[in-house]
């Protein structure tokens, strides 16, 4: 487990700034006009600061960059971290600078001087967001970290209004956790115990095996899991913050810990990235921790399918015909589009047991919305259009790419079967629409419900603002921001 870096906040005390042998971080408007500790710190090194922050190098940094200033004389820092901020700096800009500091440190101790910042906890959340490395596979151990000290005038203003985003940020790192972690680790049964941790943060966990999913019925799942030596599961996760028995909202996550394709093999050629298919889940595990952690005046269910999609002697065929829990018969046409199948089943069931006051599901679906929107926005599909606004107005202010999709009848007619009463592939053209279609037709009437097609930001090979390569944690902040700004009672 990655844990968060601690964060100690404590009064603003001039004298312990010369004195600080790690890197010392101190914030300059964009007119250069220098705050107390600024000021501190120019005249310990005699001047260097005014001189770096009337530099030409100073002019050009946009707001939120940061610019060093190494070994300064007078102190006994090892670097002064100068980060440029506009007056009306943004959530963005403040997370892009805290991103930065983290980004410097590595691994040395660091002393961030808030002063009277306005929105200091944002730039805490960025700094908690970015330091960030996946290392329990590394064989010579974590690299101590050092740590970190915010010094402000209101110190427990700022650490007040920080923990609910330290909160999201652990929230976050689960789920990196659990998107990075290989597959031969996180095994399914290994993924359901992780779960069943969270009780311990007061998460109400059940784990539904085999055995059960069978009596329910759930037999789309099941028969994606079929060919793997390891047992299918749903795991549900409630976390009751709200009005007591008040109809919760339900998240849903596809939890594939791999995905070779399955009869309907996959090319070789990068198929190791499919550890990142549970990455739905992955994301519905973050989320329930944050609103724990958080204390979330909110219902919330958590409801993941966790299996292996595997090639064995016992796998589903291509034209094998399975009946899903709500009834409806699929022609399994390619074992690859196993995600919905995985879905179908544990939606139905959330709506069936929770009724739930609106439905999210999230996965890793389709290679085609990489083609469609690359890996700067998830897809976005819906048959609601205030929450998906909702949703979409979140993760904007989140600066989580998210995209509204298009669905309808056209597309919906793509998944016809000569055999079933649905085929679950609807060909290459538009083939993310027909996966949600296909989703689409386990949604009942009443239930408002949105569908993250996450295949294309749930894992990168470039950083991005707030994550480093590898599993970025995408929605965990912003549904963290849909539930605060529209579950949440007071
Ligand atoms: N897990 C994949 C989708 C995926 C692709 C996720 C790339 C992340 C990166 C999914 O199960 C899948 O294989 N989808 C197929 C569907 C097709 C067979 C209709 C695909 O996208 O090729
Ligand atoms: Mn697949
Ligand atoms: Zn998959």
């Given amino acids: 487990m990655t844990s968060l870096t601690p964060m100690t906040f404590a009064q603003t005390d001039i004298e312990k700034i010369a004195d600080h042998d790690g890197r010392v971080a101190v914030t300059v408007d964009a007119t250069g006009k220098m705050n107390p500790a600024a000021r501190r710190i120019n005249k310990l090194t005699k001047g260097a600061l005014e001189r770096l922050v009337q530099s030409a190098a100073f002019a050009e940094l946009k707001s939120g960059d940061v610019l060093s200033m190494g070994y300064p004389t007078g102190m006994a820092a090892e670097a002064v971290d100068v980060v440029k901020l506009a007056n009306n700096a943004d959530v963005t800009d403040l997370r892009k600078a805290g991103a930065n500091l983290a980004k410097k440190r590595g691994t040395s101790d660091l002393l961030v001087l808030a002063g009277g910042l306005r929105k200091a906890a944002e730039l805490c959340f960025g700094l908690a967001m970015r330091d960030y490395t996946f290392e329990d596979r590394k064989s010579n151990g974590k690299p101590r970290k050092g740590a970190v000290?915010?010094?402000?005038?209101?110190?427990?203003?700022?650490?007040?209004?920080?923990?609910?985003?330290?909160?999201?940020?652990?929230g976050a790192f689960m789920t990196r956790d659990l998107t990075n972690e290989p597959a031969n680790f996180l095994t399914t049964t290994e993924f359901a115990d992780r779960l069943?941790?969270?009780?311990?943060?007061?998460?109400?966990?059940?784990?539904?095996?085999?055995?059960?999913?069978?009596?329910?019925?759930?037999?789309?799942?099941?028969?994606?899991?079929?060919?793997?030596?390891?047992?299918?599961?749903?795991v549900v996760m409630k976390w009751n913050g709200g009005e007591k028995d008040a109809a919760p909202l339900a998240l849903v996550g596809k939890g594939v810990v791999f995905d070779t394709g399955g009869?309907?093999?996959?090319?070789?050629?990068?198929?190791?990235?499919?550890?990142?298919?549970?990455?739905?889940?992955?994301?519905?595990?973050?989320?329930?921790?944050?609103?724990?952690?958080?204390?979330?005046?909110?219902?919330?269910?958590?409801?993941?399918?966790?299996?292996?999609?595997?090639?064995?002697?016992?796998?589903?065929?291509?034209?094998?015909?399975?009946?899903?829990?709500?009834?409806?018969?699929?022609?399994?046409?390619?074992?690859?589009?196993?995600?919905?199948?995985?879905?179908?089943?544990?939606?139905?069931?959330?709506?069936?047991?929770?009724?739930?006051?609106?439905?999210?599901?999230?996965?890793?679906?389709?290679?085609?919305?990489?083609?469609?929107?690359?890996?700067?926005?998830?897809?976005?599909?819906?048959?609601?259009?205030?929450?998906?606004?909702?949703?979409?107005?979140?993760?904007?202010?989140?600066?989580?790419?998210?995209?509204?999709?298009?669905?309808?009848?056209?597309?919906?007619?793509?998944?016809?079967?000569?055999?079933?009463?649905?085929?679950?592939?609807?060909?290459?053209?538009?083939?993310?629409?027909?996966?949600?279609?296909?989703?689409?037709?386990?949604?009942?009437?009443?239930?408002?419900?949105?569908?993250?097609?996450?295949?294309?930001?749930?894992?990168?090979?470039?950083?991005?603002?707030?994550?480093?390569?590898?599993?970025?944690?995408?929605?965990?902040?912003?549904?963290?921001?849909?539930?605060?700004?529209?579950?949440?009672?007071?």
């Fill in 149 to 170: 000290t915010v010094m402000a005038s209101k110190p427990e203003e700022v650490e007040a209004a920080a923990a609910p985003l330290l909160a999201i940020a652990d």
């Fill in 196 to 234: 069943a941790e969270m009780k311990s943060i007061g998460l109400e966990v059940e784990v539904l095996d085999d055995a059960k999913l069978e009596e329910l019925g759930m037999r789309t799942l099941l028969s994606v899991g079929q060919g793997s030596d390891s047992p299918s599961y749903v």
């Fill in 263 to 490: 009869i309907s093999l996959k090319p070789g050629a990068g198929m190791e990235d499919m550890t990142m298919d549970m990455g739905g889940a992955g994301v519905v595990a973050g989320v329930m921790r944050s609103l724990a952690l958080r204390k979330a005046k909110a219902n919330v269910v958590g409801l993941v399918g966790i299996v292996e999609n595997m090639p064995s002697g016992a796998a589903t065929r291509p034209g094998d015909v399975i009946k899903s829990m709500k009834g409806d018969t699929v022609e399994v046409v390619n074992t690859d589009a196993e995600g919905r199948l995985v879905l179908c089943d544990v939606m139905w069931y959330a709506q069936e047991r929770f009724k739930p006051v609106g439905m999210i599901d999230l996965a890793t679906l389709t290679g085609a919305i990489i083609i469609g929107l690359g890996h700067e926005n998830a897809g976005v599909f819906s048959n609601n259009d205030a929450l998906c606004n909702a949703f979409l107005k979140a993760a904007g202010t989140e600066n989580e790419g998210a995209w509204r999709m298009p669905m309808g009848d056209g597309y919906d007619k793509l998944l016809k079967s000569r055999i079933a009463d649905m085929r679950n592939i609807g060909g290459r053209a538009g083939g993310s629409i027909s996966a949600a279609q296909f989703l689409g037709r386990f949604v009942k009437d009443e239930t408002p419900w949105i569908h993250l097609d996450i295949a294309g930001v749930a894992s990168v090979k470039n950083e991005t603002a707030l994550a480093p390569v590898g599993a970025t944690g995408w929605g965990v902040a912003s549904l963290n921001r849909l539930i605060s700004d529209n579950f949440e009672t007071e």
